[in-house]
């Protein structure tokens, strides 16, 4: 009885914020998408609302959702909601916590902790070393480091 009562108020929260947990979800699987390290888009498979507070800047919710792997490629500039979940004996299947601040209406900050195999961090750091000594000028120096 306390889980659904707590349901209730995070739902009314959210609805009182201008904010719809829709679209809450949406901001945070499509910046989860932006940072992953994998080639393809993610999409949710389970979300669990785990925080809603309003405070008097905004509002700031924490989702803990499921993640799968789609058929689609990054690049193909798809929406993850039109893509087809590989099976799951060859996707990626993660699990990942996003803390997403909203002032005013307007998605703020994202937060993504979590995701081992989606925002694997020792590709990400491996990534610019690789290409440090070919192609990657552009990116050290929007960075701020130097030009090589």
């Known amino acids: ?10 739902l009314l929260i959210l609805q009182v914020s201008g904010q719809s947990l829709t679209q809450v979800l949406d901001d945070a699987i499509d910046q989860l ?12 498979t389970g979300s669990e609302q785990t925080k809603v507070i309003l405070t008097k800047q905004g509002l700031n919710v924490t989702l803990k959702l499921n993640v799968q ?13 039109d893509c087809t979940l590989k099976p799951s004996n060859v996707a990626i299947i993660d699990t990942c916590t996003c803390m997403m601040k909203y002032e005013n209406c307007v998605l703020n900050k994202v937060e993504i902790t979590g995701c081992p195999e989606v925002l694997s961090p020792i590709s990400n750091m491996l990534i610019p070393l690789a290409d440090s000594a070919s192609n990657s000028t552009s990116d050290l120096s929007s960075a701020g480091g130097g030009s090589s």
Do not use: H, P, R, Y
Request: hydrophobic fraction near 45%.
């Open 1 to 10: 009885m306390k889980s659904f009562i707590a349901i209730l108020s995070a």
């Open 33 to 44: 998408n932006e940072e992953s390290t994998i080639d393809n888009l993610v999409s949710v």
């Open 69 to 81: 792997e789609t058929i689609c490629t990054k690049d193909s500039a798809g929406l993850f909601s």
